[in-house]
T-cell receptor
Framework: DQQVKQNSPSLSVQEGRISILNCDYTNSMFDYFLWYKKYPAEGPTFLISISSIKDKNEDGRFTVFLNKSAKHLSLHIVPSQPGDSAVYFCAARGDGNQGGKLIFGQGTELSVKP | NAGVTQTPKFRILKIGQSMTLQCTQDMNHNYMYWYRQDPGMGLKLIYYSVGAGITDKGEVPNGYNVSRSTTEDFPLRLELAAPSQTSVYFC?????????????FGPGTRLLVL
């Protein structure tokens, strides 16, 4: 059973516009969420995170929103740049989760066109 | 700092062969992880370790073994390679400071079992 889902395998946006990547989860025990970015032939790199006690976290062009009642989070990139083209994974960590294990979504491939 | 390094980058195995995927980190992190990523799927946890001498199974441990004799190294062993183990393997590490601590990933090992 997929506890973390990214239902859009791909997203294409124009440079300068907003990119919105979505992620849904099923386990209400998750209390920390992260977004990772992955370029081809490289490992994922940490982008931004949010604790379940918050509903928004911002870092430069990147903002993550968390809606706990809907079990939904989203990553907003404004403005989008061609260098943002990559696969984005959301991940969740549970309360009392020993070892800091992460559950990942399937990923969304973002393409930002000049 | 090199961060997390993995060797080899790419390997082709015949069914039934064995091999060890190497992972080393130089950040003095206590926690280390092995993930596999199949096409169109997220990363799934194979094994993890919370410190030298301590390992535990993740979501998909069958067909794999690990050991953690030092803080720096966390090799992943495939004893009898099967086509289902064709995947990209990522090693990651994190400190034990807290739930919000991010994981740092290596560049991955692409494995093809024929």
């Amino acid at each position: 059973d997929q506890q973390v889902k990214q239902n859009s395998p791909s997203l294409s946006v124009q440079e300068g516009r907003i990119s919105i990547l979505n992620c849904d989860y099923t386990n209400s025990m998750f209390d920390y969420f992260l977004w990772y970015k992955k370029y081809p032939a490289e490992g994922p790199t940490f982008l931004i995170s949010i604790s379940s006690i918050k509903d928004k976290n911002e870092d430069g062009r990147f903002t993550v929103f968390l809606n706990k009642s809907a079990k939904h989070l989203s990553l907003h990139i404004v403005p989008s740049q061609p260098g943002d083209s990559a696969v984005y994974f959301c991940a969740a960590r549970g309360d009392g989760n020993q070892g800091g294990k992460l559950i990942f979504g399937q990923g969304t491939e973002l393409s930002v066109k000049p | 700092n090199a961060g997390v390094t993995q060797t080899p980058k790419f390997r082709i195995l015949k069914i039934g062969q064995s091999m060890t995927l190497q992972c080393t980190q130089d950040m003095n992190h206590n926690y280390m992880y092995w993930y596999r990523q199949d096409p169109g799927m997220g990363l799934k946890l194979i094994y993890y370790s919370v410190g030298a001498g301590i390992t535990d199974k993740g979501e998909v441990p069958n067909g794999y073994n690990v050991s953690r004799s030092t803080t720096e190294d966390f090799p992943l062993r495939l004893e009898l390679a099967a086509p289902s183990q064709t995947s990209v393997y990522f090693c990651a590490s994190s400190s034990a400071r807290g739930r919000g601590e991010t994981q740092y990933f290596g560049p991955g090992t692409r494995l093809l079992v024929l």
